[in-house]
């Protein structure tokens, strides 16, 4: 079945240390994002990409990077300089066909915490 | 950038009763969409129901239906014969036509009881 495969579920990031989320999708997408989930809070995008080797900033990217050098994969690094990483996070792809009301698909999220 | 508000945090409805919940947004576009997304305590988002502002009939979908009012900037999530399933945080999202990341509302979480 076609999907979006995040994984870990869990994980743990000491202080100083960077940690990389992973996200690969085999819907053929051509756009993929990153959402940070908060408490009582909607989703916030962090960043996105429309193409491959190519990807923009969205509403918090501070504390964070990605990498997008294939299509199905967009992994998200969140650094060190991210001073409160704790949160859920949600990738999301979706298709850029000429129908541009298509609908962003999500992973199942990964929930980072603070050692 | 675009706002979503939902002013509801939190909403209950008996089992078999029908519930609305609501959002309104704040856009000086004229062409955009509009969706309602679930989350389960799974915490997987799972699309309910989509609205493309240029379209004046309100979507269905099964239970789900919406009342879109462009000219208010309302896009209210009508759920019909709730189910013990239907429990879950709905979020109200939106979409310029000219990007494609969604701007999402915080939320109204809905509890069903039986």
């Known amino acids: 079945d076609g999907g979006i495969t995040q994984s870990p579920k869990y994980l743990f990031r000491k202080e100083g240390q960077n940690v990389t989320l992973s996200c690969e999708q085999n819907?053929?997408?051509?756009?993929m994002y990153w959402y940070r989930q908060d408490p009582g809070q909607g989703l916030r995008l962090i960043y996105y990409s429309q193409i491959v080797n190519d990807f923009q900033k969205g509403d918090i990217a501070e504390g964070y990077s990605v990498s997008r050098e294939k299509k199905e994969s967009f992994p998200l690094t969140v650094t060190s300089a991210q001073k409160n990483p704790t949160a859920f996070y949600l990738c999301a792809s979706s298709s850029l066909g000429q129908l541009s009301n298509q609908p962003q698909h999500f992973g199942d999220g990964t929930r980072l915490s603070i050692l | 950038a675009q706002t979503v508000t939902q002013s509801q945090p939190e909403m209950s409805v008996q089992e078999a009763e029908t519930v609305t919940l609501s959002c309104t947004y704040d856009t000086s576009e004229s062409d955009y969409y509009l969706f309602w997304y679930k989350q389960p305590p799974s915490r997987q988002m799972i699309l309910v129901i989509r609205q493309e502002a240029y379209k004046q009939q309100n979507a269905t979908e099964n239970r789900f239906s919406v009342n879109f009012q462009k000219a208010a900037k309302s896009f209210s999530l009508k759920i019909s014969d709730s189910q013990l399933g239907d429990a879950a945080m709905y979020f109200c999202a939106y979409r310029s036509r000219l990007a494609y990341a969604l701007n999402f509302g915080k939320g109204t979480s809905l509890l069903v009881t039986p």
């Open positions: 819907l053929n997408h051509d756009a």
